[in-house]
């Protein structure tokens, strides 16, 4: 079956327009209580969000569709998207919903689902949840004397805090450092400060004022200029980025310069690599990785393996082959000694461990390699499927075939918003902006 609302993250769209609308969530509710039904125990959901205003409706109606099912919902209230995988785990619930659209504006919204081990559904199952969907779902209601509970639950930040402390080496302290940290007035706005203050650190938060509107504007990982002057402004050993569910990571180092996933992923990968705690000689990461991260990796002994865009299929490949470090360029790192999703908090402090043993300033600790000159660029469409368009394809080939072995392209659809995303990369920068270029005009012509 082709799945019509799921992409790969879950749903996703604007508040309020289809898909993110309360019936939708309410038959969404519905059909995932029904397809996680096994047996005759009192079935159990978490429900986080992150701070969108629309996450009072949504959860509304999930909360009405679980119920109608049968099942107990427990509703977190604003918490980072891996305490509810990890949570889903801890509380032996049958599912696990996070009411978050990430990195993307307040009028976002999405739903994703964790499965009773935490991690994120397949396609499968995403795809039957949707043909439940579709099924007579008032045919499967319960009985009035078997309707779901629902309440708010206290505490469960705290253990989250506990959670993410415990993922560092018992004796360390971050006493000494001063830490600049980002919460993009989302979903980590409280656990993130807290647990870095109880852990020794000097902190200093921003983005930590949600009003509902204000997720990830001009604040967190993917807009990081405040954070780099409140780097400078209180001289920071560092800057912590979250996204807007605190399931991504980008840091800022002491001179107010950036350091994106694939950095961070060598700098946990080769320092686990010495404690002799990498698993399968490597690491995962997808295609739009730079190419640098691959020949550093390749001088260590290390190899990576790649898979499409998506932390979901990350995952999926390393628990596959037993890799244990995996992520993304925009800061999904995945650490499965850890947890089954990307933990932007976590990863964070495997990188504050590795700066305390080494002693070191961050620009140097975080700067593994020198990146191959790599170009991104967007571009939105209307509707239809341009990347099937003849013109585009020519112009794909025409690209590849000017990069040669110099360079590779990637040119994808987006999983999450209607964009056609044009990556590029080559040791010849001005060789790769052209092919660039030439590749995003063939696409605008066909977008329009």
């Known amino acids: 079956m082709v799945r019509k609302l799921f992409g790969t993250d879950g749903i996703r769209g604007e508040a309020n327009r289809w898909p993110m609308t309360p019936d939708i969530a309410l038959k969404v509710g519905m059909a995932a209580g029904l397809a996680f039904r096994n047996g005759g125990h009192r079935h159990r959901v978490v429900i986080g969000k992150d701070t969108r205003l629309s996450g009072y409706m949504i959860e509304n109606a999930l909360v009405a569709g679980f119920t109608a099912v049968g099942m107990d919902v427990f509703l977190l209230g604003p918490m980072p998207t891996p305490a509810v995988?990890?949570?889903?785990?801890?509380?032996?619930?049958?599912?696990?919903?996070?009411?978050?659209?990430?990195?993307?504006?307040?009028?976002?919204?999405?739903?994703?689902?964790?499965?009773?081990?935490?991690?994120?559904?397949?396609?499968?199952?995403?795809?039957r949840i949707e043909a439940l969907m579709e099924s007579d779902l008032a045919s499967r209601l319960s009985r009035a004397d078997k309707l779901g509970r629902a309440k708010r639950v206290d505490g469960e930040q705290a253990r989250y805090v506990e959670f993410a402390k415990r993922t560092l080496p018992r004796d360390m302290s971050l006493e000494g450092l001063r830490i600049a940290i980002d919460c993009a007035n989302g979903a980590a706005y409280k656990v993130a400060p807290q647990a870095l203050w109880e852990l020794g650190a000097e902190v200093c938060s921003l983005g930590v004022s949600p009003d509902g509107l204000n997720i990830n504007k001009d604040c967190g990982s993917t807009s990081v200029d405040a954070l780099c002057r409140k780097v400078h402004e209180v001289r920071a050993d560092i800057g912590i980025a979250l996204d807007g569910d605190a399931d991504r990571v980008i840091i800022v180092d002491e001179k107010g310069q950036t350091v994106d996933g694939d950095q961070l992923m060598a700098v946990v990968a080769q320092s686990w690599q010495e404690d002799g705690r990498l698993a399968a000689?490597?690491?995962?990461?997808?295609?739009?990785?730079?190419?640098g991260l691959e020949r550093y990796l390749g001088g260590l002994g290390l190899q990576l393996a790649r898979t499409k865009v998506g932390d979901r299929y990350v995952v999926e490949?390393?628990?596959?082959?037993?890799?244990?470090?995996?992520?993304?360029?925009?800061?999904?790192?995945?650490?499965?000694?850890?947890?089954?999703?990307?933990?932007?908090?976590?990863?964070?402090?495997?990188?504050?461990?590795?700066?305390k043993r080494l002693d070191r300033p961050v620009s140097e600790v975080c700067r593994r390699f020198d990146p191959v000159p790599q170009i991104l660029k967007n571009v939105r469409y209307r509707s239809g499927k341009p990347l099937e368009d003849a013109q585009v394809q020519a112009a794909i080939e025409e690209g590849r075939r000017k990069l040669g072995d110099t360079g590779r392209l990637v040119?994808?659809?987006?999983?999450?918003?209607?964009?056609?995303?044009?990556?590029?990369?080559?040791?010849?920068?001005?060789?790769?902006?052209?092919?660039?270029?030439?590749?995003?005009?063939?696409?605008?012509?066909?977008?329009?």
């Open 281 to 291: 000689s490597g690491i995962v990461a997808t295609v739009m990785s730079n190419l």
């Open 85 to 127: 995988a990890m949570l889903t785990r801890s509380l032996r619930c049958d599912l696990g919903v996070m009411i978050s659209a990430s990195h993307n504006p307040f009028a976002d919204n999405g739903i994703k689902f964790f499965g009773p081990d935490g991690f994120k559904l397949s396609d499968e199952v995403e795809a």
């Open 411 to 448: 040119i994808r659809a987006s999983g999450t918003e209607p964009l056609i995303r044009v990556m590029g990369e080559a040791d010849n920068e001005d060789l790769l902006a052209g092919v660039v270029d030439d590749i995003v005009a063939a696409v605008s012509k066909v977008a329009a």
């Open 317 to 355: 490949h390393m628990r596959e082959h037993g890799f244990n470090v995996g992520g993304e360029q925009s800061g999904h790192i995945v650490l499965a000694d850890f947890a089954t999703t990307g933990d932007g908090l976590v990863a964070a402090l495997q990188v504050l461990a590795c700066v």
